[in-house]
């Protein structure tokens, strides 16, 4: 079975992560220095801080993917999810009946339920039509892009998340270095990074220390064994999904709150789909998952990142470099340690 929340690889795989990170971080910065006029002035620029918000993003698109990856599902369904929590926002922002006091609350609540629901229609439609999750979530995720974008508005700052502490609109004296800008977003950002980091830890401590971790652990491993004890696994993956859905929902609801996450506009491939680059670039494993989105977001911020990722030759190129863990490291996580056949099961209750 998986060791729920650590790492299930081993020292070629764990390097072959690093080499990524090393390729990704030092090729942006040979690509802009050989095709873009060096400017030695902006890469001395101090960041806008934005990085926590963007990491906060991803990690939770990582949980979205992570968390249904332990049960057994390859939850590409995440940008639908993404999407849902978006659209919901997007509603709320709109409608002049909802109290702007409340509406960045309320939207992440419903962004989070939006994004919750998708994710069990995957399931459901895997459970009772034998639709397979990777065909469903990559349809849902492509009806869902229109909708998101005739429901789209500009980014707003509703009084809700003005908090009257002047701690907070002074200049931090721990980063006078960094000269992070004295703004109240940079303590959203830590306060949702928090956030990911403790619902992460969390869900990796259930998986080892409860009888429902141990359930999706098995469900996982070998779904037709739990089924044989007397596991319910359909209700397993539903929740898994739910739960992976509601993380996805929210990062989409936040969006419409968050100007500082522009820097995710800079993402080289659909945004939800960020979730598969966290988690199978941290191995699968809840703590190689944080440690992965706290770099991509320092990466997203790096200078001449946004050129770089504009170009589609080089876009395409990060693209792909991105989602090669999936390679080696998605064959060690499906139930039967990755038979070809395991990826496109319809039914977990099939003769394997």
Known sequence: MMAAGRCRAGRREILANLLVVLVLFSGTHALAIGSLDLNPSAWSAPWTGDVVLVSAGL????????????????????????????????????????????????????????????????????????????????????????????LAVDRVTPPALTIELSVLTEPLSWAEALRLPPSLVLAWGILLLSLAIVAGLLFAHFLRASVWGFEVRASGSNPLAAVATGMDVDRVQLTVMALGGACAGLTGALQLWTSP???????????????????????????????????????????????ILSRPGYGAAIAALLLLPVLWTLPRLLPEHGAPRAIWRTRQRESF
């Open 59 to 150: 990690l939770f698109l990582g949980l979205a993917v992570l968390m249904p990856l332990h049960a057994g599902l390859l939850n590409l369904a995440v940008h639908a999810q993404f999407l849902a929590g978006f659209a919901v926002g997007a509603l709320l922002v709109r409608s002049a009946a909802v109290d702007p006091a409340v509406q960045a609350g309320l939207g992440l609540l419903c962004g989070a339920l939006a994004g919750a629901v998708t994710g069990l229609i995957v399931a459901w439609l895997k459970q009772r039509c034998a639709i397979h999750e990777v065909l469903s979530g990559l349809l849902l995720s492509a009806a869902f892009v229109p909708l998101a974008l005739a």
């Open 261 to 307: 996450a522009v820097a995710l506009e800079r993402w080289p491939f659909p945004l939800g789909f960020a979730g598969l680059a966290v988690a199978f670039l941290g191995l699968g494993s809840v703590r190689g998952s944080i440690l992965a989105a706290i770099l991509l977001g320092a990466w997203l911020n790096t200078p001449y990142a946004s050129d």
